[in-house]
């Protein structure tokens, strides 16, 4: 089953889904990936807080998820 990420997932859905996303928020400088508080924001909440986009970081997890 695929999961489609959009910018109101949670991310902590997201790493439960699939680990190897974890990456992606690293890039961003989301480094606090364990932390209740990031599992339970959204992609757009937490690229708001990094002053990254979301829609690109969205499509780069949803390409990625795809590809396996």
């Given amino acids: 089953m695929l999961m489609t990420v959009t910018k109101d997932t949670i991310i902590g859905d997201i ?36 002053g990254t986009d979301a829609d690109e970081l969205v499509s780069k997890i949803n390409e990625h998820i795809s590809s396996k």
């Fill in 15 to 50: 790493l439960d889904f699939d680990e190897t996303t974890a990456e992606y928020f690293l890039e961003m400088g989301m480094h606090c990936l364990g932390c209740p508080s990031s599992r339970g924001e959204t992609i757009e909440q937490a690229c708001a807080v990094h």
